[in-house]
Antibody
Framework: QVQLVQSGAEMRKPGASVKVSCKAS????????IHWVRQAPGQRLEWMGL????????DYAQRFQGRVTMTRDTSISTAYMELNRLRSDDTAMYYC????????????????????WGQGTTVTVSS | DIQMTQSPSTLSASVRDRVTITCRAS??????LAWYQQKPGKAPNLLIY???SLQNGVPSRFSGSGSGTEFTLTISSLQPDDFAIYYC?????????FGQGTKVEIK
């Protein structure tokens, strides 16, 4: 079945970096974007950015520009999200999710959103 | 960024009640709106996309409506499994943004 399986919980000190993985199975990895979303305790979901597994192209939310790097390894159908210069307010659950790339036909464009999510990875930042 | 605001923040209801949650966008998003259900310790689960399209496998008691800036999620007959937090999300433009969530709790 279609699933995204993320790496395990991480603990880091302020100023450190963390890299979370997201392994896809049950579908063609390059047919879907991978998006990353985080959720701090008691807070709303926050979109961080996306990667196109085919090209490696990325689009990051402005508030994470310069601190986040999204990459992928198509040979093992895995996407990665690395967050640098961690702060205590980066403590959150981090999710990956897939998004159909969509298409345009006959003047109509078909746009999709996040239909399959990983189980989440807890990142705790504390001194 | 497009701001998404849900109301109410908390909703107390009983099994078999009809429940409606509202989501407002700070600018028009056409029908590029999704609804998710999230249970404690779990990832969000897509219920509705393109404002009113039911995701495969989602019970028909869930429905969505709206366009532009105002949207609703309706649960026609609340079931025990439906007590959860519901989020709206716009995908009209980046950065994608979410509402603050509506907690549906047992009355």
């Amino acid at each position: 079945q279609v699933q995204l399986v993320q790496s395990g919980a991480e603990m880091r000190k302020p100023g450190a970096s963390v890299k979370v993985s997201c392994k896809a199975s049950g579908y063609t990895f390059t047919a879907y974007y991978i998006h990353w979303v985080r959720q701090a305790p008691g807070q709303r979901l926050e979109w961080m950015g996306l990667i196109n597994p085919t090209s490696g192209g990325t689009d990051y939310a402005q508030r994470f520009q310069g601190r986040v790097t999204m990459t992928r390894d198509t040979s093992i159908s895995t996407a990665y999200m690395e967050l640098n210069r961690l702060r205590s307010d980066d403590t959150a659950m981090y999710y990956c999710a897939r998004v159909n790339k969509g298409y345009c036909s006959g003047g109509t464009c078909y746009v999709y959103t996040m239909d399959v999510w990983g189980q989440g990875t807890t990142v705790t930042v504390s001194s | 960024d497009i701001q998404m605001t849900q109301s109410p923040s908390t909703l107390s209801a009983s099994v078999r009640d009809r429940v409606t949650i509202t989501c407002r966008a700070s600018q028009s998003i056409s029908t590029w709106l999704a609804w998710y259900q999230q249970k404690p310790g779990k990832a969000p689960n897509l219920l509705i996309y393109k404002a009113s399209s039911l995701q495969n496998g989602v019970p028909s008691r869930f429905s969505g409506s709206g366009s532009g800036t105002e949207f609703t999620l309706t649960i026609s007959s609340l079931q025990p499994d439906d007590f959860a937090i519901y989020y709206c999300q716009q995908y009209n433009s980046y950065p994608w943004t979410f509402g603050q969530g509506t907690k549906v709790e047992i009355k």
